[in-house]
């Protein structure tokens, strides 16, 4: 079974910091990777999604990357802001899976982001 | 777009009581999942439909839940007898993999805010 990992489990920065979220995942044989944010109360909220085949994607201040072959994938927050303060998830859809849709999901990093 | 809308929001039951969660997903989306959500075991897949029909119910946990989709607007997660553990917030999400073939589809999710489910 696919496992996802995500560290660290939660992380504080003063504002205006650059900084990266990791997500590590055990099977390289994914369809896609999917990056969530969710704040207190709240659902998820898509953010950014990888296909297999691609590198990496970015949506204004956001950039993440993925590395099948090592398992990984970072998200990257540039500027960070207090309105940047969430639990981010990382998600993994797997290649061949009885669950075909699946998505095997991090447990999440809390970032909390200070002014 | 209204989004995902999942009702209720909070429900508060006794333990024995049956429980009835709800989802009406975005218009046109043809798979709809429930998750559930604890501090403990993050967030769980329970079961998925794709054009109303129930693909894989594998991650309910026992006997006591059931899922139904009625039709394409409209779909219900019920516990019954609820029971303490079954306290956590429970997701519905929908997605859309039209004009793609099998599983190579994008089909980026899109979840409820959720119903958070206290068992006493």
């Known amino acids: 079974k696919q496992e996802v990992t995500q560290i660290p489990a939660a992380l504080s920065v003063p504002e205006g910091e650059n900084l990266v979220l990791n997500c590590s995942f055990t099977d390289s044989a994914i369809y896609n990777l999917q990056w969530f944010r969710q704040d207190p109360g709240k659902g998820l909220t898509s953010l950014l999604l990888?296909?297999?085949?691609?590198r990496e994607q970015t949506s204004g201040r956001l950039n993440a990357s993925l590395d099948k072959s090592s398992g990984r994938s970072t998200l990257y927050i540039a500027a960070s802001q207090p309105g940047d303060s969430a639990t981010y998830l990382c998600a993994v859809r797997p290649a061949f899976s009885n669950s075909g849709y699946a998505l095997n999901f991090g447990k999440g990093t809390s970032l909390l982001v200070t002014p | 777009d209204a989004g995902v809308i999942q009702s209720p929001r909070h429900e508060v039951t006794e333990m024995g009581q049956e429980v009835t969660l709800r989802c009406k997903p975005i218009s046109g989306h043809d798979y709809l999942f429930w998750y559930r959500q604890t501090m403990m075991r993050g967030l769980e897949l329970l079961i998925y439909?794709?054009?109303?029909?129930?693909?894989?119910d594998s991650g309910m946990p026992e006997d006591r839940f059931s899922a139904k989709m009625p039709n394409a607007s409209f779909s219900t997660l019920k516990i019954q007898p609820s029971e303490p553990r079954d306290s956590a917030v429970y997701f519905c999400?929908?997605?859309?993999?039209?004009?793609?073939?099998?599983?190579?589809?994008?089909?980026?999710?899109?979840f409820g805010e959720g119903s958070r489910l206290t068992v006493l």
């Open positions: 999400a929908s997605a859309s993999n039209r004009g793609t073939t099998g599983l190579a589809g994008t089909g980026e999710l899109f």
């Open positions: 990888i296909q297999s085949s691609q």
């Open positions: 439909f794709n054009n109303n029909v129930p693909i894989d």
